[in-house]
């Protein structure tokens, strides 16, 4: 072989090698696998992109707050520490305040409410844009969670009432306020810290989706469930705007789709959960009461004062409120 066809041999033998190794992306979520509901799509997703795109890419995800927590994962996909994270809508809502729609009290019915919210544009009247601008953050998707319900460790949720006089682990500012309005005393905290906090007397309740309970075994330290639909809090998958332009179009697709696929296999899951969860709970000796819908419409009066608030701070935030009430049934 001569000196020039060596040299081109090698330069071919370098280009093969290059072209076959993956794009490499780290996705952090702070849930544990034990979050099933939320975890199962990840990994489908996760699966669908490697997969239909013949190892151009590679996932590597980093479960149970092994990177980032909840509170932390915003900023670290901000700023490229990792590449997709699997955002709780609350978590980030004290740094996009429109994100609290969400965890407003009493506003949702259920999930299926949510996912025709969503639908009709919710995300559009400005949360992508001020993730994408403000946080250089892309939205890929957004799932449920299932609703938020009162977790209380002594003695049952019946009445507004009741909540007085009790310390409540919340998630973010909106269900903290709504909380203290009324008459508990809030302090924030990461589902990662409930097991301990109820076990030492920390607190005395939180308002928590069925999946925490479930995920973090609360039903080995809380006696009661009361069931209100607090808020109906989202879980949104976001990729770094950098590496999202820097990928290639059709990489671009497969995880568009990809995403699409996840959204709408966590909404199918979260309803089939609901019903086990609760029936899991009750074989454990949790006992579960549902809140009528007179204490209810109590509790929406009592915390009224949390939307007003909200809305001072999203100026278009009335177009979200009517975007609600227009998919209500």
């Known amino acids: 072989m001569t000196m020039i066809a060596s040299v081109f041999a090698i ?3 370098l ?14 979520t702070y849930l544990p696998p034990a979050y099933e509901y939320s975890w199962h799509p990840i990994e489908d997703f996760v699966e669908q992109v490697e997969r239909e795109s013949e190892g151009r890419v590679k996932i590597n995800v980093f479960h149970s707050g092994q990177l980032f927590d909840g509170y932390q994962e915003l900023g670290a996909v901000s700023r490229g520490d990792a590449d997709i994270v699997n955002l709780t ?13 969400f ?7 259920d999930v299926g409410h949510l996912e025709r ?3 009709a544009g919710l995300l559009d009247l400005g949360i992508s844009d001020d993730l ?12 449920p969670f299932d609703p938020y319900q009162f977790y209380s460790k002594d003695e049952p949720i019946v009445t507004v009432e009741d909540i007085g006089g009790k310390v409540w682990a919340t998630t973010g500012a909106i269900d903290a306020r709504a909380i203290q309005l009324m008459g508990g005393s809030p302090t924030g905290m990461s589902s990662s810290e409930l097991y301990l906090s109820f076990d030492r007397g920390v607190i005395d309740g939180t308002p928590r989706p069925l999946l925490t309970g479930v995920g973090r075994s609360l039903d080995e330290v809380v006696g009661y469930l009361s069931m209100a639909t607090f808020g109906v809090d989202t879980s949104v998958l976001a990729i770094n705007g950098d590496k999202w332009d820097s990928l290639p179009a059709d990489i671009q697709e497969i995880i568009t789709n990809a995403a699409i696929m996840r959204d709408e296999t966590q909404f199918d899951l979260v309803d089939a959960f609901i019903e086990t969860a609760l029936v899991d709970f009750e074989e454990k000796g949790m006992a579960i009461n549902e809140i009528s819908p007179e204490e209810i419409e109590r509790m929406k009066e009592a915390t009224a004062t949390v939307v007003d608030e909200w809305l001072e701070k999203v100026p278009n935030g009335q177009d979200y409120l009517d975007i609600v009430e227009a998919t209500r049934e």
């Open 11 to 13: 330069g071919a033998n």
């Open 15 to 28: 280009g093969g090698a290059a072209a076959q190794t993956p794009i490499e992306l780290t996705l952090s």
């Open 89 to 101: 809508g609350t978590y980030a809502s004290g740094t996009v305040p429109a994100m609290s729609i």
């Open 103 to 109: 965890t407003l009290p009493f506003l949702f019915s």
């Open 117 to 119: 919210a969503l639908g």
């Open 132 to 143: 994408r601008s403000l946080h250089n953050t892309v939205v890929l998707g957004v799932g």
